[in-house]
């Protein structure tokens, strides 16, 4: 029943389309984050799904169910915003204890109810207190809260910790994927924080202009991205892509980057696939998976600036269309002006129609 079904959906601002023919399959219980920039259409995605918005065209089924005409309050959908909806002349336990009150449950449940909710979400110490005398980050967790007491078997989630403070952040992450386990909702959770995604999410929907670009798992988006919108948006920072041409080498299939020189040889896989291809490619890889290694071996370029972050490095090497970032676990001991050669691991390089920006892939 709680599974979502998003066909062919399409939403019209007068003559801006903020979407555009969106196909979606949410399994029932699954955690599925929609990903990406301010204005991709996340909101108005989620909003047609809850019921405050009325698609132009397509349609949303929860289960086999058509919501086509279902008011918001008729689609047993749990809604938590940005902006947290908390009555703040009531104290927390009034207000976890509104939505079971509402609906007429007796008093011995909802205040075992509000009781386990408030233990979950650390609130306890805090049921009896005004909310207009507490944190944002405690008033976002009492929003959550109340709307969790209902236990909706969709629970919809639209940037709900983006007003809180960073360290709440990291903790709320841990709380909400424990709340979504133990009620196993089918959970939609609107962000443009990829980590929020890549930490919290059974699988990502990464959007760009109204336009779904990828679904898959977190590691399946950082590791296998469709194309090179989504492989620049997935990781921090996102995936290096170098303009170049293939061409045959006595070691096998390379790319000519130019000034660059020439690529390592291309795993066997992605080199059938390139061979296949017409025109100029993007070379990619992460900076996670760059390696320094002796001259000769890799590309060659002069480091431009270094960024400690703790214990990682991020080094970025060549400017313009050449500008490349690696990272490492630890001080490698490069300085601006140094020439650093870096190479791919071979299996984590990916190959991009330069054109389309699609992924070329084996098979
Ligand atoms: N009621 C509306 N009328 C006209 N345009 C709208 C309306 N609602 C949204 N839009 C436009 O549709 C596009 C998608 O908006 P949406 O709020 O869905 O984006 P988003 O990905 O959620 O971004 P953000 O994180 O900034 O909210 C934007 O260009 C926005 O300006």
Redesign the pocket.
């Known amino acids: 029943m709680s599974a979502i079904h998003l066909q062919n959906l399409v939403k019209k601002?007068?003559d801006?389309t903020?979407l555009k023919t969106m196909d979606l399959a949410i399994a029932d219980g699954e955690f599925m984050a929609l990903l990406?920039?301010?204005?991709?259409?996340?909101?108005?995605?989620m909003n047609m799904i809850a019921g405050m918005e009325e698609p132009t065209s397509g349609k949303i089924l929860f289960g086999e169910r058509d919501m086509a005409g279902v008011p918001m309050g008729r689609r047993g959908v749990g809604f938590v915003f940005q902006n947290y909806a908390i009555f703040t002349h009531m104290s927390v336990r009034q207000n976890l204890a509104y939505g079971p009150k509402m609906r007429g449950a007796p008093k011995a449940e909802i205040d075992r109810r509000v009781s386990a909710i408030a233990e979950m979400l650390q609130l306890t110490p805090l049921l009896d207190r005004k909310a207009d005398r507490l944190s944002v980050n405690i008033l976002q967790r009492a929003a959550i809260g109340r709307s969790a007491i209902m236990e909706p078997a969709i629970f919809l989630l639209d940037?709900p910790l983006s007003n809180v403070d960073a360290a709440f952040r990291a903790v709320m992450r841990t709380e909400l994927k424990q709340l979504q386990r133990q009620f196993r909702q089918t959970m939609v959770y609107?962000t443009?924080d990829q980590l929020e995604a890549m930490t919290m999410a059974d699988r990502i929907a990464v959007?760009d202009h109204?336009v779904l670009q990828q679904v898959g798992t977190p590691l399946e988006v950082y590791n296998n991205p469709a194309n090179v919108f989504v492989a620049r948006f997935i990781g921090a920072p996102g995936m290096n892509l170098l303009r170049g041409r293939p061409a045959e080498s006595d070691r096998g299939l390379v790319i000519d980057l130019g000034p660059l020189g020439v690529t390592p040889p291309l795993p066997a896989e992605i080199a059938a696939a390139v061979r296949r291809a017409q025109g100029d490619v993007l070379y990619g890889f992460r900076p996670e998976q760059a390696a320094l290694v002796k001259h000769g071996q890799g590309l060659s370029l002069p480091v431009t600036f270094v960024e400690r972050i703790g214990a990682r490095t991020i080094v970025h090497l060549g400017q313009g269309e050449s500008a490349v970032k690696a990272v490492f676990d630890n001080d490698v001991g490069l300085a601006i002006g140094q020439t650093a050669v870096v190479a791919p691991a071979a299996q984590s390089v990916r190959v991009f129609e330069a054109t389309t920006g699609i992924a070329m892939k084996a098979g």
Do not use: D, I, L, R
């Open positions: 601002f007068g801006f903020a990406g920039p301010s204005g991709c259409g996340k909101s108005t995605t940037e609107v443009h959007m109204g």
